[in-house]
């Protein structure tokens, strides 16, 4: 958990204002000490008279008597005044920005229904989009800046993935599936648990990197969390085992012709071994998923039950095979 809580503190202190506020606040206590003791006043006395100097108002009901008192006022003076200065031109271009986003019509794109919604800004979002939208799926990406390389067909949110306010005018409630990335494991988690509380029905995948923070998501009920360390790791490592695993790998994810699903087991399903429902489905089955665990029937042979989902690769038209 400290280590989640890290990660969460260091995705809030990326921003360049909350820093340059925080060094401000810093150097205006810090000032307003300084100023009490050496001009043997109150520190109340001292961070109202440093609060006056740093907003530049200076109403000269207290000013610095000595040399001391001066140093203190000038240092004050060359660093607050700029910090804070500097923040609030931050807050004001970002007002600034997000109007002339709305005015380009830049802000735009809400799922109408059935899409799928991608969140974050990683660096495999463009060609996540395109394969999506390359098999016929109404796609959107909710990132800050529109990433480079995105399919014309592609609708951009320009919004910040891990805001609340973001999330919600997204409206994930409405497409079919989540995909959640980010340039950190940071945005990953906050950007997951503000979907579950806005989507929780809708299927969601996490692309995170950390495996403390697919733990976490499963236990704050994040359906699907995968690695992408772990996946590129094992697909490596069964590649030296056997030198066409990474091209099967590649023939099961390549979308032309054929598709992957999750089917509900039927009635004639239940009750019999994984392996007599595979000869019995036109598709291959590759397993069986139960309460979001996956087994393949390798080491054993699970029996069906009931509500279990089978995975399922069919072929897009009776006609197209795989």
């Known amino acids: 958990?400290?280590?989640?809580?890290?990660?969460?503190?260091?995705?809030?202190?990326?921003?360049?204002?909350?820093?340059?506020?925080?060094?401000?606040?810093?150097?205006?206590?810090?000032?307003?000490?300084?100023?009490?003791?050496?001009?043997?006043?109150?520190?109340?006395?001292?961070?109202?008279?440093?609060?006056?100097?740093?907003?530049?108002?200076?109403?000269?009901?207290?000013?610095?008597?000595?040399?001391?008192?001066?140093?203190?006022?000038?240092?004050?003076?060359?660093?607050?005044?700029?910090?804070?200065?500097?923040?609030?031109?931050?807050?004001?271009?970002?007002?600034?920005?997000?109007?002339?986003?709305?005015?380009l019509a830049v802000v735009r794109a809400e799922p109408t229904g059935g899409e799928v919604v991608v969140y974050g800004d990683a660096p495999v979002v463009p060609q996540v989009a395109a394969t999506l939208a390359g098999a016929g799926r109404r796609v959107i990406v909710v990132s800050r800046d529109q990433p480079s390389g995105l399919p014309q067909d592609v609708r951009h949110l320009a919004a910040d993935p891990t805001s609340e306010g973001a999330v919600r005018r997204s409206h994930p409630d409405r497409a079919s599936s989540l995909l959640v990335t980010g340039a950190s494991d940071a945005d990953v988690l906050v950007t997951a648990v503000l979907l579950r509380q806005a989507a929780p029905g809708v299927p969601t995948v996490a692309l995170a990197r950390s495996a403390s923070v697919c733990r976490a998501l499963r236990e704050l009920g994040v359906p699907v969390q995968v690695s992408a360390d772990e996946v590129v790791v094992q697909t490596l490592a069964k590649s030296l085992e056997a030198p066409h695993a990474g091209e099967i790998l590649l023939r099961l994810m390549d979308s032309d012709g054929y598709r992957m699903r999750e089917l509900p087991a039927g009635p004639d399903d239940v009750g019999q071994p994984l392996g007599q429902v595979r000869g019995r489905h036109r598709g291959l089955v590759l397993g069986l998923v139960r309460a979001d665990h996956v087994s393949i029937g390798v080491i054993e042979d699970p029996v069906v039950e009931a509500g279990d989902q089978l995975l399922v690769v069919e072929p897009l038209s009776p006609s197209r095979s795989s």
């Open 1 to 103: 958990m400290p280590s989640i809580l890290a990660l969460l503190v260091s995705r809030l202190t990326r921003s360049q204002a909350a820093r340059l506020v925080a060094v401000g606040a810093v150097c205006l206590l810090g000032g307003a000490g300084a100023f009490a003791v050496t001009q043997h006043l109150s520190f109340g006395t001292g961070v109202y008279w440093a609060i006056t100097t740093a907003t530049t108002v200076g109403y000269g009901d207290v000013t610095p008597k000595d040399t001391a008192g001066r140093v203190i006022a000038s240092l004050v003076m060359l660093t607050t005044i700029p910090l804070f200065a500097s923040a609030f031109a931050l807050f004001a271009g970002a007002v600034a920005a997000a109007h002339v986003r709305r005015l």
